[in-house]
């Protein structure tokens, strides 16, 4: 039995899930779209890039949670769900995570986007673990702030580690990771089966260089 990782953004899913988050509260008109929506796009060109700054983006992507009722923020990621992410599952998703069921391994999804965005997707996916950068919630609201160590690039292994730790039965033995970002690059090289899922331009090359296996979910 062995540890099966997933990221969730252009791996599980052919799209982000945290950018379509944005375009949805600036169509459903949530959020200001001429400012919103430049930021939104600026932002995940710098993940792309390698750039991105982390903490700015979480006060910005925490903001909406924050200035919003807890009650609304569910009918809309409900409404989320149902008219944007469902049909960005890669099709060949639910068999590789079948696969890995049917070995016995536990699953869990590990992935910079926020929980709020992302617990209802690891739940349509069937998988139980999630591990995703944690928006503040206190007293039942959101508070705009980051709690805890944001779940990206080397952030992931140091959120994993913690995690490993209060799981005295699971070990990095046999471990599996699927992603299709350079960004995780800090949590491939640890495992013992990197596997390169759509990758991007930088992660390719590298997956080329190195010998990893590249596998296509959509």
């Known amino acids: 039995m062995s540890l099966a990782l997933f990221d969730l953004d252009n791996t599980l899913l052919a799209g982000d899930s945290d950018y379509e988050w944005g375009r949805f509260l600036v169509d459903r008109g949530i959020v200001d779209a001429d400012t919103y929506k ?12 390698g750039t991105l700054d982390i903490l700015e983006f ?58 709020f965005v992302t617990q209802p997707i690891a739940e349509a996916l069937g998988v139980d673990n999630l591990l995703a950068t944690e928006p503040e919630f ?10 805890g160590i944001p779940c990206f690039q080397g952030g992931k292994v140091k959120r994993l580690e913690q995690w490993l730790a209060r799981q005295p039965a699971l070990d990095m033995g046999g471990s599996w ?42």
């Open 177 to 218: 990771f699927y992603s299709d970002s350079h960004n995780d690059l800090p949590l491939l090289e640890r495992v013992d089966n990197p596997v390169v899922v759509d990758g991007d331009e930088k992660l390719t090359a590298t997956a080329g260089e190195r010998g990893w296996r590249q596998i296509s979910l959509r």
């Open 58 to 115: 979480c006060r910005f992507s925490f903001s909406p949670l924050a200035a919003n009722a807890l009650e609304d923020l569910l009918a809309w990621r409900e409404e989320f769900m149902e008219t944007r992410i469902r049909a960005l599952i890669a099709p060949r998703a639910p068999e590789v995570l079948d696969r890995h069921r049917e070995a016995g391994d536990t699953l869990v999804i590990i992935t910079a986007t926020n929980r």
């Open 138 to 147: 206190r007293d039942g609201a959101y508070t705009g702030e980051l709690e």
């Open 38 to 49: 430049a930021r939104n796009l600026e932002f995940f060109e710098a993940y792309k890039a």
